[in-house]
């Protein structure tokens, strides 16, 4: 059973900082990308950021270059966003995804962390 675990969320004020963590168990996965999206309300959900497990390709969604870093820890299966100069944009649900092509077709998905930027 694959788990995705989010945590790290939470309210901050604009210009703030915030590290999102996704903890991924020892699963396998077939394709080598993982990534974070997000749900800003009223919208439909959006990529944010992929990276390629295993290498350092990484791939951002214009809106969060130069804000925000994506990063794995292989050792310990996690992957993590790190979220800086936060605007009320930024405030989404977002979640970790796993086993994924880029930015498409991610068959394991988080429950979520809630990020709200005041």
């Known amino acids: 059973h694959v788990q995705l675990v989010e945590s790290g969320g939470g309210s901050v004020q604009a210009g703030g900082s915030l590290t999102l963590s996704c903890a991924a168990g020892?699963?396998?996965?077939?394709?080598?990308?993982m990534g974070w999206f997000r749900q800003r309300p009223g919208k439909d959900r959006e990529g944010v950021a992929v990276?390629?497990?295993?290498?350092?390709?990484?791939s951002y969604a214009d809106s969060v270059k130069g804000r925000f870093t994506i990063s794995h820890d292989k050792a310990q299966n996690t992957l993590y966003l790190q979220l800086n100069s936060l605007s009320t944009e930024d405030t989404a649900m977002y979640y970790c995804?796993?086993?994924?092509?880029?930015?498409?077709?991610?068959?394991?998905w988080g429950q979520g962390t809630q990020v709200t930027v005041s």
């Open positions: 990276l390629w497990i295993g290498g350092a390709t990484t």
């Open positions: 995804a796993a086993n994924g092509d880029i930015w498409s077709e991610y068959k394991f």
């Open positions: 020892r699963y396998t996965y077939k394709r080598n990308c």
